[in-house]
Every structure is written in C-alpha cells, then in structure tokens.
C-alpha cells in the first residue's frame, strides 16, 4: 500500500478583490458557499492538487493527491480544504519546497441538470517560486507547527589545515589561476619554432 498523508486545514480562497493572472477576480461569501456546496454535491469530481497550473507540457502529469472536505473557515470568510492521499515524500517537500497554492476554478458553471454554481474547484496548483494570486492565505509550513525559517543557516568554509599547505597543492591553485586569467595568445613569426 502506498505511504500517503492528509494535510488538514489549507486555506485556499478568501473573501476579497485579488488580481490574479487571468485578471481582477471578486470573491464573495456566497461564492464560497457555492464551491462547498458544489463540492458536496459532486458536480465535478474531487478538485486534484498538481504542480503548478496548466501547461500543455505537463497535460496529463500524475496527481499528487486530492482537495477533500471543503468548508468555511474565519467566519465564512476563508474556504478551506484537506488535502488527502498525498504521496510521503511529497508531504515532506510542501512546506519548503511550496509553501503556496493557488485554486484552478469555473466561475458561473452549468452542470449538466441545468444548475448554475457561481465558483467550483476544479484544482489546486502547488506554487513554489510564483506568487500566489491571493497573497493572504497562510503557507502550508503553519500546518507543520514549525517556522518557515527556525532552521538553522550553516556556512562551511575550506581551512587551511595546520603548518600550510602541500607544494602540489599550492601549484594546482597557481595553475588553476594562470588557466582562468589566461588571455588569448597570438603566434608571432619569431617565436615559432622552424
């Protein structure tokens, strides 16, 4: 059986005006009410969590688990998911290696009974070097209950050992440099051999 993980809690949208990629976006309390509604209701099936958003590079990647128990958070403010059968080792890479997320979505979708659902979730994209469009929702890291920065920096730098260094050693260096700030040479006439 696979090693997977569940990931309580992750804010996804908040109530507000946000530019995103696609342009301005306006997100109301009832709008959250519809994606939990349309969740719970299986318009569309479980909005998956993926890498980054949709490139046709990587149409058709692996899932990397699934956004499950939608609800409202921050007196309806907030929607928040779980994110369930997360690979292990990719549990253990979210609050380094992307600590954001951003919702792929359908504004004003009509399900196939004739049903207008204002938002529903289609995915989540895990961000790690881009912004996210809604700047105000808490990295993944606050879940773990550690500090994005309580690891510690370490600096390693090369000491000469004691009494100097080998004679080769210092040449290898001397040879390294002379090669590095080498300039092109030209052949003068006089110089070549005959």
Request: glycine share 8%; no cysteine.
């Amino acid at each position: 059986m696979p090693n997977l993980r569940t990931i309580r809690g992750v804010e996804l949208v908040r109530v507000g005006t946000w530019e995103i990629s696609s342009g301005e976006w306006t997100v109301s309390t009832d709008d959250l009410r519809s994606a939990v509604a349309a969740h719970a209701a299986g318009v569309l099936p479980r909005p998956r969590l993926k890498i980054g958003h949709t490139d046709p590079r990587f149409d058709g990647g692996p899932a990397l688990g699934r956004v499950d128990n939608l609800r409202l958070a921050d007196g309806g403010n907030t929607l928040v998911g779980d994110f369930v059968d997360v690979p292990a080792a990719v549990a253990t890479l979210l609050p380094h290696s992307y600590p954001s997320r951003s919702v792929e979505a359908l504004l004003d979708y009509t399900a196939p009974d004739g049903t207008v659902w204002p938002l529903v979730i289609q995915a989540v994209a895990l961000l790690g070097s881009t912004a996210p469009g809604i700047e105000t929702l808490a990295d993944i890291t606050n879940l773990y209950g550690v500090a994005a920065s309580s690891a510690r920096r370490v600096v390693v730098a090369a000491v000469p050992p004691r009494g100097g260094r080998p004679a080769t050693h210092v040449r290898a260096i001397a040879v390294a440099r002379a090669r590095r700030t080498r300039n092109t040479r030209t052949v003068s006439p006089e110089r070549t051999p005959t």
